[in-house]
Every structure is written in C-alpha cells, then in structure tokens.
C-alpha cells in the first residue's frame, strides 16, 4: 500500500504539461520574483511575458525544483537564469541559511503562443 502510493506521487512530480520555452524565448531576465522573457507566438512576432516564480517553483529544503504553486520566491532570493537554467539562494533549515540551488526550469514551465506558463 505503501510502495502504491509512493509511486503514483512519484509519476504525479514527474508529469508536467509544460515543455519548454527557452528555444522559443530570448532576452531572459529575473526581476520582482517573475521570469521576464520574450516570446514567440503564433504570428512568429515576440510578445514580453512575465510569469511569477512562486507558480512554477518550490523551495525543498535548499533545494529549487519544480512545483506548481510551490511558492520558492517565499525562501528563495537572488534568483539568476541563464539558458533555461533558474538558481537562487534558497533557505536550508530554521537556521537562517542559505544554499545555491539551480533547476532546469525547461522541465515545467512552456511557451503557449507567446504567453509563459507552468
Ligand atoms: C503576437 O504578438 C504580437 C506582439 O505582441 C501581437 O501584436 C500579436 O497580436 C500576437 N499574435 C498572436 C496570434 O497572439
Ligand atoms: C503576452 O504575455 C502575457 C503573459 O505574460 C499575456 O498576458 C499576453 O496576453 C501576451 N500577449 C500576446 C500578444 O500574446
Ligand atoms: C494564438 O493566439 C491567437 C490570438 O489569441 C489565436 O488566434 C491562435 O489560435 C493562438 N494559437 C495557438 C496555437 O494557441
Ligand atoms: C514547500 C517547502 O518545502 N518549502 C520549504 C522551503 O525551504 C524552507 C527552508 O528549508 C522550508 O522551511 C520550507 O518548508
């Protein structure tokens, strides 16, 4: 019963219908906590989109992954992204800490027509 339900959390965080938008998207930049990039849509012009972090990312214990609705900018600061690749200072414990954690947040946020979304 265990094992089951293990799994199905496990194929549920591995599942993302958002799949990509860095090849589509250009001028990247993190500011206020939002990924600020400009997009391809449909009509091949670009559109500035501007999508916040705390939808897509969350903060496991200094370790930034992806998470809808995680809420990462609450604990995480200093977020740079280059390519596809977001890294932050996120908290590690009660501590006050921080550590350097990256994502390849190609794996859960998408371009939709001009639009960024996860
Ligand atoms: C594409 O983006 C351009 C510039 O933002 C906009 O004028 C145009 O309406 C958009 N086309 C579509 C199909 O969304
Ligand atoms: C541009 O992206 C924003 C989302 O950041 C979206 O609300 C807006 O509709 C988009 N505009 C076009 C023309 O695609
Ligand atoms: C992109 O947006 C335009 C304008 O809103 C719409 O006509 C078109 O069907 C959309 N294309 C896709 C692939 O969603
Ligand atoms: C959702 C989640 O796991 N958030 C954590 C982010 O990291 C901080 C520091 O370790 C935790 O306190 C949060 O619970």
Redesign the pocket.
């Known amino acids: 019963m265990r094992f089951s339900i293990a799994a199905v959390f496990a194929l549920a965080a591995g599942t993302y219908a958002a799949d990509g938008w860095a090849n589509s998207c250009g001028g990247q930049k993190i500011q206020g906590g939002s990924l600020i990039a400009n997009c391809i849509n449909s009509s091949g012009l670009t559109n500035q989109s501007q999508l916040p972090l705390n939808a897509c990312l969350?903060?496991?214990?200094?370790s930034l992954q992806c998470g809808l609705g995680?809420?990462a900018m609450d604990?995480c600061n200093n977020c740079k992204v280059t390519g596809a690749t977001i890294t932050c200072d996120?908290?590690?414990?009660g501590t006050g800490k921080r550590t350097t954690s990256s994502v390849d947040s190609n794996r859960c946020i998408g371009n939709r027509n001009g639009s960024l979304w996860c």
């Open positions: 969350v903060n496991r214990s200094g995680g809420k604990t996120c908290l590690v414990g």
